[in-house]
C-alpha cells in the first residue's frame, strides 16, 4: 500500500509539472531587479484577512534600486495609495499577462511628471490611472521606478506580481521560470484536530508534537473522541536565504487514500480574503500561529485551491488503528512527509448549538437590548455560537453600552451591518457628528453613521467591542518646524493626530495654491519642488483637515525658504 501511494504521488508530481510547463511560459519574464531574486515572502503566504499576492523581493534593506521591466509591453496602470501598494506601475504584455510592481519611491521620469501634473491637475495626492498602449511603452529590461517602502510596506522591499490581464487573477509567479535557488523542503513543526461534529471554532484545536528525520517527520498515535474530525498542519517552506514562506500545496491521505489537497496556483483579489477558511483564524489572531486547514470549512469558497469532492472530514467508522499521511511540496518539488496513526477512542457528547448560532451559507440577525446585528449567507466559514451582549461604557462621549461581538478571534468574509439605538436622546448636531467605534484588539476601525430613522447604523467586517460616539473634537497636524524657522531640510513633514477615527481629508494651499502633500500612514510630506524654490522668501501654508464625524479644522502655518 505504501509504495502504492508513494507512485501515485509521483505520477501526480510528474503531470503537474507537465502541466505548469503547458500553462505559463517558461522565462519569458527576466528579474524585475539587477542584483539576484531573493524572497522575503512567496505567493499565497498567510497574511491577517488576506493571501500574500505576490513574491516580496528582498532590495537588501536599501530604497531607491532600479525596477525593470520584466518583459516588453505597456504601462497601463499606476496607482498612488497610503496603504496598500504604495506606488505602483502595471504593465501589460503582449502574451496575454499583467506585472505589477510596488512599494515604489519615483517612477522613470516622463511617468513620474505625467502623475505630478495630474495630481496638481486633479489637486488630489491619491491616484488610480489607466493608460492606452501608446502612451507609455516599455521594452524588456528599461527601468520604470526605484523601489522603496512606501504605501503599506514595513521594510524596503519590491513586491511583484503577475496577472492574468483578462481575468485579473493573480498567479503564482513562482511558476514562470525564475531562477531563484531553492533546496530546502517545507518545515513541519505542529499537527493538530478538530472535532468536525459542531465546528472548528468549538472547542477549537487538539495538537501533538512531531519529530523529524530528514524530510519525514512522524508523531504518535492520536487518539480521537470524535468520529468526524479534520486536520490542519502548522509548517512553513522556505528558499535558500532562509526567510519563512507559505505552503504551496499540502496532500493528505488516509490509508493510501487521498482525501484532500489543496495548491495555490491563482487567486483572485476579490477572493484573497477566503483565507480565513483556509486558516485556523483563532490561533492566528490570538496566538501568531500559522496552521493550515486540511479540510474545506463549509463557508470557505474560495475558487482553484483545493481538489473537488475532496472535503478533509475524516469520518471514522470503527475504532481500528488508521494510516495518515501528509505530504508537503514547494513549486520546486522539494517534499516533506508526515506519518502518524488516528483511532476513535470513546466518543465525547456532541458540542450542543444554542439558539444564537450563526451557520454558514445561512444568513441571521442576532439582536441585544438596543443593537441589531445582521449577518449575510456568507458571513462565516463555520458555525459560530455567537454571543451578543451590552455592559456600561465610561466614555462621557459614548450614545450607547458597549455592544459585546463575540470576540476578535472569530473572522468574518462579508461586511454584516450592526444598527444601535442610541441611549439617550440626541441633537441634530449630535446626530451629525456621531460615529460608531468597533475595537477589535489589535486597532479599531471607527465608521461615519447612516441614520436609519432612531437607529445608527454601519457596517464592519471584523468582530470586537462597539459603541456609539458623539465626537465634536477636531483633527489637527503638527509642524516639524518652528513658526517662522528658514527650512533647509529637502521636505516639509506634518504629523496628523484625531481624538477619534482618522483624517479622511487633508488640503494644503501653499501662498493660495494647492501643495502636493504625501500621505505616509498618519503623516504628510512634501518633498520640494519648483512650487517651492530655495530663496523664495517666506510662505504661509494652510492645511485643512477633516475627520471621519466630519468636523474640519484650519491651521495656517509659516516658514522661509
Known sequence: MKIFSKLVLIICFINNIITYAQNYPQNYFRNPLNIPMQLAANFGAIRTNHFHMGLDLRTNSQENLPVIATAEGYVSRIKVERYGF??????????????VYAHLNRYFSKLDEYVKERQYKDEKWEQDITFQPGQFPVEKGQQIALSGN???????HLHFEIRDTKTEECLNPLLFGFTIPDTIAPIISGLYWYDRRFSTYEP??????????????????????????????KAVDKANQGFNLGIYNADLLMDGKLIYSFKIDKIHYDDTRYINGCIDYPKFIRDKMGIQHLSDLPGMK?????????????????EQIHNIEIVLKDTKGNTS????????????EKIPSTAKTIMANEGKTVTTESAEISFSKNAVYDAVNFNAYEKPDTNPNAASNAIVLQNPYIPVQDEYTLKIKPNRKLTSAEKDKAVILLDYGSDKTVVKVKWNGDWAEGKFNRLGTAKLL???SLPSVSAGWAEGALVNSSSLLLKGATNVGDIISFRAE????????????????????????????????????????????????????
Do not use: M
Not at 506606488?87 to 506585472?99: D, M, Q, S
Not at 502633500?517 to 519648483?530: C, G, L, P, Q, S
Open 86 to 99: 504604495g506606488n505602483a506601475v502595471y504593465i501589460t504584455h503582449p502574451n496575454g499577462y499583467t506585472t
Open 470 to 472: 458623539t465626537d465634536n
Open 204 to 233: 477549537g484545536a487538539d495538537g501533538t508534537a512531531v519529530k523529524k528525520a530528514g524530510n519525514v517527520y512522524t508523531a504518535n498515535l492520536i487518539q480521537v473522541n470524535s468520529p468526524e474530525i479534520s486536520f490542519g498542519i
Open 150 to 156: 512606501t504605501g503599506g510596506s514595513a521594510g524596503p
Open 302 to 318: 474560495l475558487q482553484n485551491y483545493s481538489l473537488p469532492n475532496l472535503t478533509g472530514i475524516i469520518n471514522l467508522q470503527d
Open 337 to 348: 512527509r508526515l506519518t502518524t496513526k488516528i483511532q476513535l477512542s470513546k466518543t465525547s
Open 510 to 561: 501653499l501662498d493660495g495654491k494647492w501643495l502636493r502633500f504625501a500621505r505616509v500612514k498618519d503623516n504628510f510630506v512634501y518633498a520640494f519642488d519648483e512650487k517651492c524654490l530655495k530663496g523664495s522668501g517666506a510662505h504661509t501654508l494652510k492645511v485643512t483637515t477633516i475627520n471621519t464625524a466630519g468636523n474640519t479644522n484650519t491651521q495656517t502655518f509659516t516658514f522661509r525658504r
